[in-house]
């Protein structure tokens, strides 16, 4: 049956109208393609990979064929493509028609140089299948290839991009755009094969002329009343990685049909517009280029001037150090603390200047915790500083550690979120404004400190799938009804003050912190004091979160399956002795604790599924997007709990019992699963 299959599905190919098989590997290569086409999966085995490439089918190999000597014929046939599978030297053919510069064909020449035998695993694996554009945008390894970020990927992206915006406009072009960059390896470089589309077509750029922090760009297309934003960032992934980050005209990520119709778009215009758009001296010297950096940078310092969230000009400052993560958020904090009448922060030297080496941490993730944050915790034993932030490279995201005692304590997502929604409430009610109006929201995957918060003082909360895509949009209709956003944030550090800036916004943030420490000390208190008041007025919201490795999506797909089927058939009633009370699978959209057993957060195509326990804790299981894991988030609410031990207890027994039902229900022993600590 599985012969009969790929014979089928290649006749298939091969008649298909006007949908050449090298589009179809490129574009929806998978396991299915690579046996219909005789390529070898990613990593398979030399006796598979040469049994895929025995397989052959006249009629594919005669338009493969013509392909290779037809459309590609401007281009000359290289020597090392006689060892390549056919179907992958069509697709590697028409990339190099569409970028025939010499350093992309020696790049792809050296790609194919391994190919031992028509075993080309490596050439495969960079240009099948086409990497996808999504809610995220694109995010990949740098290199060569349909699957990998490069300029033509970046290029080809772009002319989609705007011939989608333009579909918008009434097929228009009369709009404008602004892009950002990092400080990452060719991010200037896919910033520059990002304007050129828009400017060949006649649009109005905005393209800063310096590296600048992620939430510069979300600004941005607000201020300017831009269609639309392109960050150029891979934020926090290893060095190798870069990614291209779209904003809609309100100022939040794309969300769905916005992704859908433009993938669709960039696959109808693949093939370069014009050669010009290969020169950055065309784009510099274009009259539709603007560089926003100094209106950007003062309307943004006078939006953080203007929140009431940020505290008074301290009269003994508190020493803070500030890293930026090899990343580009120094400068722009330094200036940020200035505007707001703090001092300037003490730097970590060795990861004040933005440098894509990140030659100082493994990953440049403050996330990851002591090890990240080394370096800072020297630097601030030598200036005596107590207080610690910092960034990731693209300053979307902020962590935060705190001494207590004569030890470093780094805060949670969830603790420092808590620790923003109490000040900025705080501050929000002594403008005297109603309790209804003040909106704050909160991912799914969150504590729900915010809704206890709310519950509580009267103000309005909402949580939302995981993710700012969603937060930044709903906020703006809620902005739109007449809410004032004060907070918005998810446990992965990221934070949004207000509502001036609908994405994660670490600059800001820090700020709003910075504030919030200082007012502390002056009241001969700390942050940690701080929260031991959070928690004797809402209750100890403990949380414990972590994630296994997976890189098999056949092995995730049948562990969720079995969750799903574990009790006859259905969901299980009990695990670990502990009993389910609610099951909520945003996956399928079932939801128990409905009436009519559908849940009111949008279904997802990735795994989500969510428990409540009768011992009060909540637990939810997802698959991540952008890395190959299976993450878990938990939570229990316990009254009256004082004292740092009695915590210590609460969270130890949290961690031990969820701990044991992850392990159960994702059958980690049986599928060998990699935890975070190994």
């Known amino acids: 049956l599985g012969g009969w299959l790929v014979v089928t599905m290649r006749t298939v190919a091969a008649v298909l109208v006007g949908v050449p098989a090298a589009y179809l590997v490129y574009h929806h290569g998978g396991s299915i393609v690579r046996a219909v086409f005789g390529l070898p999966e990613p990593g398979a085995n030399a006796n598979q990979a040469q049994s895929n490439d025995d397989t052959t089918d006249t009629q594919v190999e005669t338009q493969a064929e013509s392909h290779l000597d037809g459309t590609d014929a401007d281009v000359e ?75 033509l990927v970046v290029l080809q992206t772009s002319q989609g991009l705007c011939e989608y915006i333009a579909a918008k406009h009434g097929g228009r072009y009369d709009f404008s755009i602004v892009i950002g960059y990092d400080g990452r390896y060719n991010s200037e470089d896919f910033a520059y094969r990002t304007a050129a589309p828009f400017l060949l077509k006649g649009c109005k750029v905005f393209m800063f002329s ?141 990861q004040v200047s933005p440098d894509p080496e990140f030659p100082t941490v493994e990953y440049p993730n403050p996330e990851e915790g002591k090890g990240a944050l080394a370096l800072a915790f020297a630097a601030a034993k030598s200036a005596g500083s107590s207080l610690i932030l910092a960034n990731d490279p693209d300053a979307d995201r902020l962590a935060v550690a705190v001494k207590a005692g004569s030890e470093w304590r780094i805060l949670s997502g969830n603790e420092v979120g808590a620790l923003l929604g109490y000040w ?91 504030g919030m420490a200082n007012d502390c000390a002056a009241r001969n208190r700390t942050l940690i004091d701080e929260l031991d008041e959070i928690h004797s007025k809402y209750g100890f919201h403990a949380t414990f979160q972590s994630y296994f490795i997976c890189r098999s999506q056949p092995t995730i797909d049948a562990i969720f399956s079995a969750i799903r089927t574990s009790n006859n058939g259905n969901y299980p009633k009990e695990v670990q002795k502990e009993r389910i009370i609610r099951i909520r699978d945003l996956t399928t959209g079932h939801d128990s604790g409905e009436a009519d057993g559908v849940a009111k957060l949008p279904r997802q195509s990735a795994n989500m599924i969510t428990f409540w326990f009768d011992s009060n804790i909540v637990l939810t299981l997802r698959t991540s997007g952008t890395e190959p894991k299976i993450k878990f988030y938990s939570e229990i609410i316990r009254e009256n709990v004082q004292g740092g031990d009695a915590k210590e207890t609460v969270k130890e027994a949290l961690q031990a019992t969820v701990q044991a039902v992850v392990n159960d229900l994702l059958q980690v022993e049986r599928y060998s699963l990699q935890p975070k600590s190994a």
């Open 210 to 350: 310096k590296l600048v922090p992620t939430p510069y760009v979300a600004f941005a297309v607000k201020r300017l009343g831009c269609a639309a934003g392109v960050m150029v960032t891979a934020s926090h992934n290893p060095k190798d990685d870069n990614g291209y980050k779209v904003y809609w005209g309100n100022g939040a990520q794309i969300i769905s049909p916005h992704d859908k119709g433009i993938a669709a778009a960039i696959l109808a215009n693949l093939e370069p517009w014009n050669a010009d758009s290969w020169n950055n001296a065309f784009v510099t010297s274009h009259p539709s280029l603007n560089d926003p950096i100094d209106d950007i940078h003062k309307t943004y310092l006078e939006s953080i001037m203007g929140l009431p969230y940020r505290g008074k000009r301290p009269v003994n400052p508190l020493p803070i150090t500030y890293t930026a993560m090899h990343g580009v958020g120094y400068a722009y904090v330094v200036a940020a603390m200035e505007a707001a009448g703090f001092p300037k922060v003490i730097p970590v030297p060795e």
């Open 424 to 514: 900025v409430w705080k501050a929000y009610k002594k403008t005297g404004a109603p309790a209804s109006k003040a909106c704050m929201l909160s991912s799914a995957v969150s504590s729900m400190i915010l809704k206890t918060m709310a519950a509580k003082e009267g103000f309005y909360f909402e949580d939302t799938l995981t993710g700012f895509k969603w937060m930044g949009n709903r906020a703006r209709e809620l902005q739109a009804e007449g809410q004032t956003i004060l907070l918005s944030f998810e446990e992965a550090i990221g934070f949004a003050i207000g509502g001036n800036v609908v994405d994660k916004d670490g600059v800001s943030a820090a700020v709003v912190l910075a």
């Open 77 to 151: 046939v290289l020597p090392r493509l006689a060892g390549v599978p056919r179907e992958l030297a069509a697709v590697v053919k028409e990339y190099l028609r569409y970028d025939p510069r010499p350093e992309s064909v020696v790049a792809v020449e050296k790609l194919m140089s391994a190919c031992k035998d028509a075993q080309c695993g490596a050439l495969a694996d960079a240009f099948v299948p086409r990497i996808a554009f999504g809610t995220a945008g694109l995010r990949s390894r740098m290199a060569h290839g349909y699957a990998c970020m490069n300029e």
